[in-house]
């Protein structure tokens, strides 16, 4: 089974620190995503990364920032916290697939972040 | 623009069947997934649809019309762990995932 770990399933910041949401996942996947899932909103791409060093804007990646050093780990950076980035965070990877892709997404457990 | 509708909330008694719709207007189509999360946990998938019809996976079924931009997720012989949200995502034409805001479903005894 495909494991997607985040590091932390509950954080407390304050405005104006940067966080750092760490991503890792065990199924060597070259496609990760991070999401931010609101009330009433769905889940929201923030931005993803098809490839080592790689990295594209999703829908809503204002005041967010990405690192994809290594295959294995995704990590989301909020450069400057608001109190609007409280939310919950969703990392997902998965397999590339060729032409109709089936390949589902495997999502983390999610980290829950507030920011005071 | 890209939308992704299904009703909030649904509820539904134990051992029933439920109907969960999902209609969709994307920047092209290439598959349709439902995924399920339980309160406090990662989405997991439960079904793909590319062409159309229904594909059955036990006591979960989904069916797709590609040209209404509609489907659904069937629950038959409703069990209380089925109490969760179940979320609509559509891979548009560029591979990109759109999700749906969910629908919570209850089941009560």
């Known amino acids: 089974d495909v494991k997607v770990t985040q590091s932390s399933r509950y954080l407390v910041k304050r405005t104006g620190e940067k966080v750092f949401l760490e991503c890792v996942q065990d199924m060597d996947h070259e496609n990760m995503f991070w999401y931010r899932q609101d009330p009433g909103l769905g889940l929201r791409l923030i931005y993803f990364s098809y490839d080592v060093k790689m990295k594209e804007k999703g829908d809503i990646p204002e005041g967010y920032s990405v690192s994809r050093e290594k295959k294995e780990r995704f990590s989301l950076i909020l450069e400057s916290a608001s109190t609007n980035q409280t939310s919950m965070y969703l990392c997902?990877?998965?397999?590339?697939?060729?032409?109709?892709?089936?390949?589902?997404?495997?999502f983390g457990d999610g980290t829950r972040l507030s920011i005071l | 623009g890209q939308n992704i509708d299904q009703p909030t909330e649904m509820t539904a008694t134990e051992g029933a069947i439920v109907q969960i719709n999902c209609t969709y207007q994307?920047?092209?189509?290439?598959?349709l997934f439902w995924y399920q999360q339980h309160a406090g946990e990662a989405p997991t998938f439960l079904s793909y649809?590319?062409?159309?019809g229904l594909e059955e996976k036990g006591r979960f079924s989904s069916f797709l019309s590609r040209s209404k931009g509609y489907s659904y997720l069937l629950l038959k012989e409703l069990q209380m762990k089925d109490s969760a949200s179940y979320l609509c995502?559509?891979?548009?034409?560029?591979?990109?995932?759109?999700f749906g805001a969910g629908t919570r479903l209850t089941v009560k005894p």
């Open positions: 997902a990877s998965r397999k590339p697939g060729t032409g109709v892709s089936h390949q589902p997404q495997h």
């Open positions: 994307t920047s092209g189509f290439n598959g």
């Open positions: 995502a559509v891979r548009d034409r560029n591979n990109d995932m759109r």
């Open positions: 649809n590319v062409l159309d």
